[in-house]
């Protein structure tokens, strides 16, 4: 089996940044799978290079990169919304805790990784009011204890008239899909009477 070879440190700066760019939601573990050194040598390589941890990186986009959620409060919104641009897309990020799981399995119940995708298809909406009119999902696997859940969400057509909006959100764990959903989001703009829940 031949041996790998450790990248130079500056062009192990440059894959390390250019990966945080593509994916600003990997953890050390994840990047020291990809370039193959230890966790200490990540944390090194972040302070040289002035990147916070993907806690303070969160924090950092959900206080500087989305519009104001209309249709619910923010705190209703399951997970951390990072990203919003209403009527377009949007980014969530869910942490799975002890209180998400079965206790015997320690795999996450599916009403929490549903409820993220299903409140971020709702937030998504420019409107007072929006709520789901049906949704058709797919859990692709489990998803277990301490696991981070990054849903994106996407406005695929809005029809006006009708007050309707369709809504595909992918959920993630790292670069695994682990559920996709397709949402009808009523907007209460040309609905006289709206009925269903979100």
């Known amino acids: 089996m031949p041996l790998i070879e450790r990248l130079p440190k500056k062009q192990r700066h440059q894959q390390l940044l250019k990966i945080i760019e593509d994916n600003p939601f990997v953890t050390d573990r994840e990047l020291t799978r ?59 990020i869910f942490e799975i805790r002890e209180e998400h799981v079965f206790s015997r399995t320690h795999i996450a119940r599916g009403h929490y990784v549903f409820a993220q995708a299903n409140s971020l298809a709702v937030a998504l909406i420019n409107d007072e009011i929006a709520l789901t009119a049906s949704a058709d999902i797919r859990f692709l696997r489990q998803v277990h204890l301490g696991e981070k859940c990054i849903a994106k969400a996407y406005v695929r057509s809005m029809n006006g008239h009708k007050g309707k909006a369709k809504v595909e959100v992918f959920t993630y764990v790292g670069e695994e899909m682990v559920f996709q959903g397709n949402f009808v989001i009523y907007r209460s703009t040309g609905e006289d009477h709206i009925e269903g829940g979100m």
């Open 34 to 92: 990809e370039l193959k050194v230890s966790i200490q040598t990540i944390r090194l390589d972040r302070m040289e290079l002035g990147i916070p941890e993907l806690r303070e990186r969160m924090k950092q986009m959900a206080e500087h990169s989305y519009d104001q959620v209309r249709s619910l409060p923010l705190d209703e919104v399951i997970g951390d919304v990072v990203d919003l641009q209403l009527d377009k897309s949007g980014i969530s």
